[in-house]
């Protein structure tokens, strides 16, 4: 049963446009995260925020910026795209440092 | 370099087969996760094994961590065609923080 939402599922975008990705979840948890997994399925966490609070900010490019309105809600923001940013963007949440809940993902392709 | 990986990127077997996935990790734990990543989806998690803990169980699946080779593995027994996916180990190095490092993944195909 899905209790992580994402939208859009998918998204395709040229070069240098602006692109928002969005994520809900409805479990209850205080920390949200953003993950990129890419073509070969390596997943990397981004950002992590702990009750609308920033705590993990990997070595992510500045144009990727995470915005949180609650803690069930955490968005993902990218300004002027690249090719490589082409991946799928997962979601997740977690009660706390075990169990993480993810999203069914967005996926993302730049041409 | 990863601080987590799986230990082989893929494998195959017939239903029925058992199967066993490797894991192995750089730095000290608190714990150590399966996670399983079906077509289109996302990871959803298997099991949870701590660093006291040497052997855990959830149905057809039985996950055991070595503290001392720093390895963990995940054994499928009776496999099914609906567990062909990809499999992650991932571990929490930081006790304060709710970060996870997945490993690269195992691809495991079970053929009909």
């Known amino acids: 049963e899905t209790a992580v939402f994402q939208t859009p599922n998918y998204h395709v975008t040229q070069v240098g446009n602006e692109v928002s990705f969005n994520c809900k979840q409805t479990?209850?948890?205080?920390?949200m995260y953003w993950y990129k997994q890419d073509s070969k399925k390596l997943l990397k966490i981004m950002f992590s925020?702990?009750?609308?609070?920033?705590?993990v900010n990997e070595t992510v490019p500045r144009r990727f910026s995470p915005q949180s309105s609650d803690k069930a809600h955490l968005n993902l923001r990218i300004k002027s795209v690249e090719p490589e940013d082409s991946a799928v963007y997962l979601c997740?949440?977690?009660?706390?440092?075990?169990?993480?809940?993810f999203g069914p993902g967005t996926r993302l392709l730049v041409l | 370099s990863q601080l987590a990986e799986e230990n082989s990127w893929a494998l195959s077997v017939h239903e029925g087969e058992s199967v066993t996935v490797n894991c192995s990790y750089k730095?000290?734990?608190?714990?150590l996760q399966w996670y399983r990543q079906k077509s289109g989806k996302g990871p959803a998690q298997l099991i949870l094994?701590?660093?006291?803990?040497r052997e855990k169980r959830n149905g057809r699946l039985r996950a055991t961590l070595d503290t001392s080779s720093q390895s963990s593995s995940l054994s499928i027994t009776a496999t099914r065609c609906e567990d062909t996916a990809v499999y992650f180990c991932?571990?929490?190095?930081?006790?304060?923080?709710?970060?996870?490092?997945f490993g690269g993944g195992t691809r495991l195909t079970v053929r009909p």
């Open positions: 997740a949440s977690s009660p706390g440092k075990d169990t993480q809940y």
């Open positions: 925020y702990n009750n609308k609070q920033l705590i």
């Open positions: 730095t000290s734990i608190t714990a």
């Open positions: 479990l209850g948890h205080d920390t």
């Open positions: 991932a571990t929490d190095h930081n006790n304060a923080g709710a970060k996870l490092t």
């Open positions: 094994i701590r660093s006291n803990e």
